[in-house]
C-alpha cells in the first residue's frame, strides 16, 4: 500500500532516509520540470532540484502538516530558481559572446524541445506562473501564494501566457 | 446563452470553476460552435506545455539525495527532541548560575585591576615614566583619589563587560538546549 505524504513526511523528520528518498521521488519530475522550464539548463536545474530537496528536508520541521505538499516545495524551488536566473543569464550571455564568430558550435547548444523553445519568449513572471501550473498542477490560489502576487494577477497572466504561446505556436507552424 | 468569457474558458480548462458552472460551461461548448474552437485551443495549448522535458534526471538521483540530505544534516527527530526535552530552567538555578558568573566576573576584574594598578605604579616610579610624561600623562602628580577612582572605573567596566559576555553564553545554551552552530 502506498503511504500518504503525511506518513513520509512524519517518517523523515525521524531521519528515516527511505521515507525521505521515496518523498523526493514522488515529487522529483515535478520540482526538476519547474527548475528547468524555468531556468533551461540541465546541469543548473539539477543542481537547483538538488538544493530544493534538502532545503526541504533542513526545514520539514517548519511545515504545515495541514497543507499539501507540493504548494510549499514548489515555492522552495521556485525561489532557489529564481536566485540562480541571474547568474544564468551572464553566464549565457558570456557563452554567446564567445561562440558568435563559430556557428557549428552553436548549432549544439540550440534548445532540446519545443516547449522550452517557446517559454524562453515569456517574460519571467509569465514563465512562472505557467510553470506552477501546467508542470506542478497548482491551483490559481497556491500559485498566487508562492509567487506572492494576487489570484486575480495570477489569472490575467496565465491568460497573457497562453495568448502569447498560442501565438508563438501558430507563428512557428506557418514557418514549417 | 451567452458565448464564454475569455476567464470562464480558462477557468474551465484550468478546472476552477464550480460544478454547477462547469455544467453549464460544458453543456454550451457542446451547443456553440466558436466555443468549442476556444476551448479545444486552449486545450491544445495546454497538452504542449505539459509534455515532459526531453531531458530527465539521473537514475538513483532520489536516493542520492535522501543519502545527502539525511548523512549532512543531524538528524531532525534529535533536533526536535532537544528543543522539546529542555525544560525551563527554574528561577533559584537561574539566581545561583547568575551569582556564580557574577562573582567569577568580579574575581576576573579584580585582577586586571590589580595588575594595571601594579603597572601603573611601576611607569610612575620608572624612568618609563618620562617617556609617559613626555606623553601629557602627569603620572607624578596622581594623587591617591585619582588612583583609586580610576581603579573603581577599570573594575565596573571590567565587570560589566566579562558579565555581558558571560551572561548572554549562558542564556543562549539555556533557551535552545545546545550551542548553536
Redesign the interface.
Known amino acids: 500500500m502506498q503511504r500518504t505524504d503525511a506518513e513520509l513526511i512524519r517518517r ?7 521515507a ?3 518523498l ?2 514522488r515529487y ?2 515535478r520540482v ?2 519547474i527548475v ?2 524555468m531556468l533551461d539548463d ?1 546541469a543548473e536545474a ?1 543542481d537547483i ?2 538544493e530544493t ?2 532545503k526541504t ?2 526545514h ?2 517548519q511545515f504545515d502538516d495541514e497543507r499539501p505538499f507540493m504548494p510549499w516545495l514548489a515555492t522552495i524551488a521556485l525561489n532557489l530558481a529564481r536566485n540562480s536566473l541571474a547568474s544564468i543569464w551572464a553566464k549565457r550571455q558570456a557563452l554567446d559572446d564567445d561562440l558568435s564568430s563559430n556557428t557549428d558550435e552553436f548549432t549544439c547548444l540550440e534548445v ?5 523553445s ?1 517559454l524562453s519568449h515569456l517574460t519571467p513572471e509569465q514563465r512562472e506562473v ?1 510553470v506552477l ?3 506542478s498542477d497548482l ?2 490560489e497556491a500559485i498566487a501564494e508562492a509567487t506572492g502576487e494576487k489570484v486575480s494577477t495570477v ?1 490575467s497572466r ?2 497573457e501566457a ?1 495568448q502569447r ?2 501565438l508563438l ?1 501558430i507563428h512557428e507552424e506557418a514557418k514549417l | 446563452m451567452m458565448c464564454l468569457s ?2 470562464e474558458l ?2 474551465l480548462a ?1 478546472n ?1 470553476l464550480d460544478k454547477k458552472d462547469r455544467t453549464r460551461a460544458l453543456s454550451h461548448i457542446k451547443s456553440c460552435a466558436h466555443c468549442q474552437e476556444q476551448y479545444t ?2 486545450q491544445s ?2 497538452t ?11 537514475a538513483g ?3 542520492a ?9 543531524p ?6 527532541l532537544n528543543i522539546s526535552v529542555a525544560q525551563p530552567v527554574p528561577t533559584n538555578q537561574v539566581r545561583t548560575k547568575r551569582m556564580q558568573n557574577r562573582i567569577k566576573d568580579i574575581a576576573i576584574a579584580a585582577v586586571v585591576a590589580i595588575t594595571l594598578s601594579i603597572l601603573l605604579n611601576w611607569l610612575s616610579s620608572n624612568s618609563l615614566g618620562t617617556a609617559v610624561d613626555a606623553l601629557g600623562y602627569d603620572l607624578d602628580t596622581m594623587d591617591i583619589p585619582f588612583a583609586y577612582a580610576m581603579l573603581l572605573f577599570t573594575l565596573t567596566i571590567g565587570v560589566f563587560v566579562i558579565d555581558a559576555f558571560m551572561y548572554r553564553r549562558f542564556n543562549k545554551l539555556n533557551i535552545h538546549g545546545r550551542d548553536r552552530k
Open positions: 523523515s523528520r525521524e531521519a528515516d532516509g527511505d525521505f528518498a521515496e523526493v521521488r522529483e519530475k526538476f520540470g528547468y522550464r540541465y539539477t532540484t538538488q530537496f534538502i528536508y533542513t520539514l520541521d532540446l524541445d519545443e516547449v522550452q517557446v505557467i501550473r501546467h508542470i491551483t490559481y489569472k496565465l491568460f497562453r504561446i498560442k505556436r | 475569455d476567464d480558462q477557468m484550468d476552477a485551443q486552449i495549448v495546454f504542449f506545455l505539459e509534455s515532459e522535458p526531453a531531458v530527465n534526471l539521473p538521483f532520489a536516493d539525495v535522501a543519502a545527502c540530505a539525511v548523512g549532512k544534516y538528524p531532525l527527530a534529535d533536533t526536535r
